[in-house]
């Protein structure tokens, strides 16, 4: 039996705290789903701060389970896989950013493509996450935002997506 005890919205994320229990085991698990409405048409970018809020959510979830045991994280997408794996390739290299201060791009995207063919077949989608790594370097540190190459890369990488996006009928 599933039995919603919480829901929390917070802008485009909605957090939903489930407990499962099944009629032969005693034990109870806890399952908790995060729903990210700040990306429902491929055609159209996600807020990239909204997609780095899912991130924060996600790990903030990792983070307060008490016990030593590492769950899995099912991510699940209604479409395809384009948008899934560009959060699961985020999510990857933000926390190469985090604990190394550097990332490997096109490894963790030929690893992950590797498992799925259509993650990072797009440039549009490839330009998102540049933008997502290079806003997210700059959150925590490594990348000094006040500074006017920040702005320049920043825009020089939105206007390829927008001009990616305009060329292409197919996504």
């Not at 030929?110 to 290079?134: D, G, P, Q």
């Not at 006017?148 to 825009?155: C, L, N, R, T, V």
């Amino acid at each position: 039996m599933i039995k919603t005890v919480s829901s929390r919205i917070e802008g485009s994320i909605t957090t939903f705290i489930l407990k499962l229990t099944n009629k032969y085991d005693l034990g109870e698990r806890t399952i908790y789903v995060l729903v990210f409405s700040g990306w429902q048409e491929v055609s159209k970018r996600p807020v990239i701060t909204e997609l780095l809020g899912l991130l924060r959510a996600a790990w903030a979830i990792e983070q307060s389970n008490v016990s030593d045991k590492k769950y899995p994280i099912l991510v699940h997408g209604v479409s395809g896989t384009r948008r899934t794996g560009t959060y699961v390739l985020l999510s990857i290299l933000c926390k190469q950013m985090t604990e190394r201060g550097q990332l490997s791009l096109i490894t963790a995207c030929l690893a992950v493509r590797s498992y799925r063919y259509h993650v990072m077949n797009s440039l549009y989608y490839f330009i998102i996450l540049l933008e997502a790594l290079l806003i997210y370097a700059a959150d925590i540190g490594l990348i000094n935002q006040t500074k006017q190459s920040f702005a320049i890369a920043k825009k020089f990488i939105r206007d390829l997506a927008i001009k990616e996006r305009e060329n292409c009928d197919n996504y």
